[in-house]
């Protein structure tokens, strides 16, 4: 096992309903590095997300290597409350009556929802969260009467509370609006350059979210990667236009993020 990689999956092939959605699957991540993940609806990101949590399982003959923990051989409920998995979707699973501060707050324990009664100094550090991601006015209200992008300003906040080694941005942006969306991506940013330390996974189905700080990443197609590396390898028209069947042209801003159009 290569302790220097926080994730490092080898040949991973996961059936779910009695369905192969991931084939043969063959992915490393150094510790510390930032690499997106970018695939269309269905393409198996999300399985992959619950591959690297241990909540679904590849086949025998496959190994899945977590900060350093082989599956199979470690403690998952002690590894999870190493990384944060922050997704729009998460919420839905939950006890939604959670105001905003509870919900932050279950972050210290790895759960959705608070289950015991926090300290004083505990609250005060999620509302310091709260405040820094501009949700502080959520601290009393219901999950379920958030909007999506509300909800996960709180899963981002729960997510940073605690010190994770390895977070994983599970299309964070897909309900926000256009300044949402950028203020978040900003936010990230900043979260990148702040802890070089921490691995981060960015998971996404629009090219345009992925920022430069992502360095390498790959296209995810019906289970498979179908390509890997640096992110100027795998942001070219031609491969994009061959995993989308799209004729896609590139535009790059100032800051060095893609925009995809059509010909
Ligand atoms: N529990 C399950 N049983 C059967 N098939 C499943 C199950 N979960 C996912 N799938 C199938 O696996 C494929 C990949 O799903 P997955 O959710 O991983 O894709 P995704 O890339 O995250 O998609 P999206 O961007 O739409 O969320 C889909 O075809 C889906 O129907």
């Known amino acids: 096992m290569n302790t220097e990689l926080a994730i490092d999956i080898k040949h991973a092939n996961v059936f779910l309903g009695g369905r192969e959605i991931i084939h043969d699957l063959n992915w490393q991540v150094a510790k510390g590095g930032r690499c997106f993940i970018l695939g269309a609806n269905g393409a198996g990101k999300t399985t992959l997300v ?29 590894l999870r409350k190493k990384i944060a998995w922050v997704s729009p979707f998460m919420s839905q699973f939950t006890n939604t009556e959670s105001t905003g501060l509870e919900m932050v ?39 379920f009467t958030m909007s999506s992008g509300e909800q996960v300003k709180i899963m981002i906040a729960r997510a940073l509370l605690t010190k994770p080694e390895l977070v994983i941005l599970d299309e964070p942006s897909v309900y926000l609006d256009m300044a949402g969306r950028e203020f ?80």
Not at 57 to 68: E, H, M, Q
Not at 107 to 128: I, P
Not at 193 to 198: I, Q
């Open 50 to 78: 619950k591959t690297m949590m241990g909540y679904a399982w590849p086949k025998f003959g496959a190994t899945v290597d977590v900060l350093g923990n082989r599956f199979g051989q470690t403690n998952l409920v002690e």
């Open 105 to 143: 707050l279950s972050g210290f324990d790895g759960t959705l929802g608070l289950t015991r009664k926090a300290t004083a100094e505990e609250v005060d550090t999620a509302k310091a969260l709260m405040e820094r991601f501009r949700c502080a006015h959520l601290i009393d209200q219901e999950i």
């Open 184 to 263: 978040l991506l900003e936010e990230i940013r900043q979260i990148a350059e702040k802890l070089p330390e921490v691995t981060i996974i960015f998971i996404t189905q629009r090219i345009e979210d992925i920022l430069p700080v992502f360095n390498e990443g790959m296209i995810l197609a019906k289970g498979r990667i179908v390509e890997y590396g640096d992110r100027e390898t795998v942001l070219r028209e031609e491969v994009l236009s061959a995993a989308y069947g799209l004729p896609i042209k590139l535009w790059k801003n100032k800051s060095g993020r893609f925009w995809a159009m059509l010909e």
